[in-house]
């Protein structure tokens, strides 16, 4: 009688507690030990995100694109069928993160690891990434590093450094000289905070004073008002997507900060397309910059959207996360076909180095050097549109890398 293999290997009952050098041996021992996963098996992809708790909207998203993928384009590529695994980090948790790739890659034997909603989660998995030479493949995690952290990671969203640069020279060029900025104090927004100061001040722009508020939970009031008191032309923000906008621009609308002639300049993070209507009128003439709109006007983007709503039906609403899931896919099926469906991790890397997408937001390329995503930023406001807010793009800065790479 076959036994499982939870039987033939009583280390992958707790997983949880191996690491490092642990790790590897239980890999080495899951490559000798004969494979649950037979030949005619089809190909594994590990979803890890946040799929409960603060960050939940990350993870919906991202799985609601990848549905969208699978719905539009079915389930098989290559030869073989796609198979995805979702795992919840209930996060911001790296250690649990770390904890399911490495039931993916041992117990489960994925071929890619993929999802990552949040830089911490991503940062804690990308030792496993090339410990087991996995392709590993960002669908949100935005912090500049990510990518640098194994010769295994490839990302489809952007980077935070990416979309606050166009933003910061956009500003210094239409008459903003005096900001003040409020981030969210972890990775991404401290990458946002640096790359706004040191762009802006290269444009001849002032930084008043800066701030970062807690990744969870903030209370913006007493932050909002501090950036009130300091009299800026403008604000600029960046906070990860999701409900904590909805909060941010409560408390700027009960400070005042409009009335005191205070505009808002942010990463398309703070106003993402599925929390606009929640934002309500406060959100109004903000100018954003980002990578994605559910209102770009593009036949891919049309797809898309009617994809995401026949997969996902009508009570979600797509957001940026949402098209990383379904990029992010595209990319794995195109590494599926190149390879006739028998995955190399080294072989996966060099197709994914120097790929092009025809993404719903416009054309994307995954830069051989680097893997990181080379695309159009777009410079937004939120406007009404049939009755409703929307992100309307106005400018943009086509073909756009992360300014540090
Ligand atoms: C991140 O943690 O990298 C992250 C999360 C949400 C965002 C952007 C970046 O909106």
Redesign the pocket.
């Known amino acids: 009688m076959r036994r499982r293999l939870v039987d033939r290997c009583p280390w992958l009952r707790a997983p949880h507690r191996l690491a490092g050098r642990a790790f590897a041996m239980a890999l080495a021992v899951a490559l000798i030990v004969t494979s649950c996963k037979k030949p005619q098996d089809g190909i594994r992809v590990g979803l890890i995100g946040p799929f409960s708790g603060p ?1 939940s909207t ?1 993870g919906g998203e991202m799985e609601a694109g990848v549905k969208a993928y699978l719905k539009q384009h079915g389930d098989a590529a290559g030869g073989k069928r796609i198979e995805v695994l979702v795992r919840d980090t209930t996060g911001p948790s790296p250690e649990i993160a770390k904890r399911l790739a490495q039931e993916l890659v041992v117990r489960d034997k994925v071929d890619f690891l993929a999802g990552f ?4 989660e ?1 940062l804690a998995v990308a030792p496993i990434a090339t410990e087991a030479k996995k392709p590993m493949i960002v669908m ?4 500049s590093t990510v990518t640098t952290k194994s010769p295994y990671i490839a990302r489809v969203s952007f980077t ?1 450094p990416q979309v606050t640069a166009p933003l910061a020279i956009w500003a210094a060029r239409h008459g903003v000289n005096a900001v003040y900025t409020l981030v969210s104090d ?3 927004g401290i990458d946002a905070e640096s790359q706004f100061k040191k762009t802006f001040a290269a444009e001849g722009g002032r930084i008043l004073d800066s701030v970062r508020v807690p990744l969870q939970n903030p209370d913006f009031a007493p932050y909002i008002q501090r950036v009130k008191d300091a009299h800026p032309e403008a604000v600029f923000a960046f906070l ?2 999701g409900e904590q906008g909805v909060a941010f621009f409560k408390a700027f609308q009960e400070r005042g900060l409009a009335q005191a002639g205070i505009k808002l300049l942010a990463t398309g ?1 703070v106003t ?1 397309d599925q929390q606009l209507d929640a934002l309500g009128p406060a959100a109004l003439g903000a100018v954003t910059t980002h990578h994605y709109s559910v209102a770009h006007d593009s036949p891919e983007n049309k797809g898309f959207l009617a994809a995401f709503r026949d997969a996902n039906g009508d009570r979600m609403r797509p957001n940026f ?1 949402a098209v990383g899931g379904y990029d992010g896919m595209a990319a794995i099926f195109a590494v599926c076909e190149k390879l006739g469906g028998v995955i190399d991790g080294d072989r996966a890397m060099a197709v994914l180095a120097g790929m092009s997408i025809q993404s719903p937001r416009g054309p994307i390329v995954i830069d051989r050097d680097t893997r990181d995503v080379v695309q159009t930023v777009y410079v937004r406001r939120v406007e009404t549109e049939g009755g409703k807010l929307a992100n309307v793009e106005f400018e943009q800065f086509p073909a756009f890398r992360d300014p540090g790479k």
């Open positions: 960050f990350l909603g949040l830089t911490p991503a949100n995690a935005a912090a935070l972890y990775g991404p990860p997507a993070d993402e996360v």
